[in-house]
């Protein structure tokens, strides 16, 4: 008999914020490779907001979309343990998109528009940073900072998400721009941890003075803005804004699986208004590549000291879908929410 | 006894589209120039739908607020007829924001932020254009095309409301640059007429087949879109945009007074996927300084015989209401919509 492994799919799609309850574990067999496919074993498993848009039942053009059943997608970081396939052999660590299950079957030939697995120098940092300041987050966080918000030194940046995987980097990377950097985040304890990576002030959104804080925390307005949430966070925001001020649009969560019951009625006036009101320019660069060099000035930054990388980490794939479905509910992490899902054979 | 004139009030706020009857028009006395005041003698009228933000009864941060009972707001061209000012003598012509009477006494030192009336010399071109093509309509178009949008030659630039003051001016600009232009007007006469312009093609938001009728306009897609409306014209638009498009967010007569009830609740996660998925950069620049050569440019093209510049006039002070009100509900005119008020003594 095959030996087997857990793997988690979608049970129902999400309305709203995502439930652990939409997600069923399952005990399946190991998967066996095929000619020029490659078996992994998942040691990380990254979560991540994006995905929402995956598990609504509403197909969303050129995003992944989940049926029901399906295995739920996400990004990982593996072991090779078998490889039929002549550039991976058994040993070596990959990071890839092989989903909530703890281990898979790849065809490297066939990828999906990512490419094939990324193969990771374990002697360089810790394999987990490919998830995180060292992959898609830190090249997300370099490119939505340096190409579009462009802070001047002694400019001021705001970043809504601030504690999370993507506004952490961000916001030292405002910091080594010269900038004024204020994060906005829920709760003492996170707006606590951005302090301590380096920023200058905080604003708590969860905070009943929240729309004071953000005013105290930038005296002379916002020239630049990381987004991370839409909604009410970034409508203060817009209070704040100078004219001129450049906004990086790198997410919404407040908006995620809003299809059907939309924003409060003011938020897209309230948009557009702004956008007219104050000259702002928004740019959406999640998609775009990040330059070539982002994550060489990253490895370089941490290096140098200048640069860390929080992560929370939750145990086992079974804990997959609750930290999932914390996101959307504010959790507590800093930084990059990971899933540490085995050790390495 | 003072000779008499006519003024048009605000008699109810706004709620959605204005209408003719949320005006009225009173016969009050011709004032009477203090020191260092001019009295001036409306020649023409601009309808401008930009001013539906100043009889809403929420008042909007930055924008002008009437009080029930005040006189209408609106650019105008008027004669000199007294002036106890030195830098202005009877017979001159100027533009300035005297609103909906038939004179106004101003005081040029303490005008608003838009400065003194502006002096106007009748031989360059009919006064009228000071209100349109040679005027602020003229500088948002220009630097709407030529700073935002930035088309290149091949490029396809999509412009909403293209029958319009701004669109008609925009669109041809765009032809200059070397664009594709695509125009975007409600029924058949409005298209024929953008076509008659030099547009390349057209699409009648108005047809039932709208979307269709926009992919065969611009069958490369749109990599540039000058947006005057916003609303479900935008999402259309949205759907044939290219990757790394240029918006330039000129209006959003959709969304005017929509502060309580809001657009559609698909249309804001609609614009923030667009903005994320295809990159898009959206810039907001009707507040900003048009480059100072704008004036000069078109002035320029104009003698050229590369622009020309449609004008829809109506007869007499007490048909602006009704001209205001027809711009909210899709009118026929094309170019900029001017009351004449009266000839020059």
Redesign the interface.
């Known amino acids: 008999m095959a030996e087997t492994m857990k793997q988690i799919v979608l049970k129902s799609y999400a309305r709203g914020n995502p439930r652990a309850e939409d997600f069923a574990l399952q005990e399946v067999p190991i998967p066996v490779p095929g000619p020029r496919e490659v078996l992994l074993k998942t040691l990380w498993l990254a979560v991540d907001p994006l995905f929402r848009f995956a598990i609504d039942e509403v197909r ?4 992944t979309h989940l049926e029901l059943g399906d295995v739920m997608v996400g990004a990982t970081v593996s072991e090779v343990v078998a490889s039929n396939h002549p550039d991976y052999a058994p040993g070596q660590i990959v990071e890839g998109r092989t989903g909530w299950r703890e281990y898979a079957a790849v065809a490297p030939d066939q990828s999906d528009y990512r490419g094939p697995p990324r193969i990771i120098d374990p002697a360089l940092a810790p394999v987990s940073t490919a998830l995180g300041v060292l992959g898609m987050p830190g090249q997300t966080a370099h490119g939505g900072m340096i190409d579009v918000c462009k802070p001047k030194p002694g400019e001021t940046v705001a970043i809504s998400a601030a504690a999370g995987a993507v506004g952490s980097i961000a916001g030292q990377i405002g910091k080594i721009l010269g900038a004024r950097v204020v994060g906005i985040a829920g709760g003492p304890a996170k707006c606590r941890a951005l302090l301590d990576l380096g920023f200058d002030a905080v604003a708590d959104y969860k905070a009943l003075d929240f729309a004071a804080q953000l005013q105290a925390a930038a005296p002379n307005g916002i020239d630049a803005y990381f987004d991370n949430t ?1 909604g009410a966070i970034t409508l203060e925001v817009f209070k704040n804004l100078n ?2 001020a450049r906004m990086a ?1 790198c ?2 969560i407040a ?1 995620y699986g ?12 309230a ?18 590549m990040a330059g070539p060099n982002a994550l060489e000035d990253i490895a370089g930054w941490i290096a140098e000291g200048k640069l860390t990388y929080p992560e929370t980490v939750v145990e086992g794939l079974g804990a997959a879908p609750a930290a999932f479905a914390s996101v959307f509910a504010g959790n507590a992490a800093v930084g990059k929410l990971l899933v540490r899902v085995a050790e390495t054979s």
Chains 1, 2 share one sequence.
Not at 60 to 63: E, K, P, Q, T, V
Not at 258 to 269: I, S, T, V
Not at 272 to 278: D, F, G, P, Q, S
């Open positions: 969303l053009s050129g995003a839409g004219r001129g649009m997410g919404y908006y809003m299809g059907y019951e939309g924003p409060g009625p003011d938020h897209l006036p948009l557009y208004r702004t956008i007219m009101a104050t000259g702002l320019s928004i740019q959406g660069f999640a998609g775009l």
